[in-house]
């Protein structure tokens, strides 16, 4: 079975925070690198944020320009990526705007979090339980048993973290913004974590480009990329 290509998607700040700890979403990304996001949304099959990103900043995560999704359409495709969510808990609100929104939605949980959301999100979404932990490998398989190619993943610091740490990111696409945060509080694009080769370990950087007032950094991320 063939796993999803995995973008790894952020906008940080120059001190490299996603956010700050204001109870409102910090808008790291200007209107043309926006644009840029939803360009990168429409061309995935799946786009996948974090059950806390949900929670904090409430998204719809939608394609929105309307010739993209005309286009997505004309390739025999969804107007709308699947839209996925990763939750160990189970601790999501139905009325959040994700449920709401653009087409088909998928949850990933424990066995635990399934036996919360059976009930709460039938009819909107389905629930797929990864086992007693998350296990982001077996997320992928089920991800590509459903003939998805092209995952974005968007975050937050949780997912970014994971799909780092686990060594199942293929590319990332780093927005950096003319911004400093300072707040030791604010959430971070990565957290702590066993990441393969450690800091001896040099990701490829294959494109830098200006977009709008934001520096836009891409990397390829496997060892094979990077050693090539």
Request: net charge negative.
């Amino acid at each position: 079975m063939t796993r999803p290509y995995v973008l790894l998607s952020a906008a940080v700040s120059l001190d490299g925070y996603i956010d700050d700890a204001g109870p409102d979403r910090l808008l790291l990304s200007d209107a043309a690198d926006f644009d840029r996001v939803d360009r990168v949304r429409a061309e995935s099959d799946a786009i996948l944020v974090g059950a806390e990103t949900l929670r904090r900043d409430n998204p719809r995560l939608l394609v929105n320009s309307a010739e993209r999704r005309a286009a997505r359409t004309a390739q025999g495709k969804p107007e709308f990526p699947l839209k996925v969510t990763v939750t160990a808990s189970g601790d999501l609100d139905r009325e959040l705007n994700f449920w709401h929104h653009g087409g088909a939605k998928l949850v990933y949980t424990t066995d635990s979090g399934a036996a919360r959301l059976a009930d709460r999100l039938a009819g909107i979404a389905e629930v797929v339980t990864l086992g007693p932990e998350l296990d982001f490998g077996a997320l992928l398989d089920d991800l590509g048993g459903r003939g998805i190619g092209r995952l974005m993943v968007e975050g937050g610091t949780g997912m970014h973290t994971a799909f780092l740490a686990a060594d199942l990111a293929d590319e990332l696409h780093l927005a950096v913004a003319p911004i400093v945060v300072g707040d030791s509080a604010a959430p971070r694009f990565l957290g702590p974590a066993d990441f393969p080769g450690g800091p001896t370990r040099r990701r490829r950087l294959t494109k830098v480009e200006q977009v709008g007032d934001m520096a836009v950094l891409r990397y390829l991320l496997r060892r094979e990329d990077a050693d090539s």
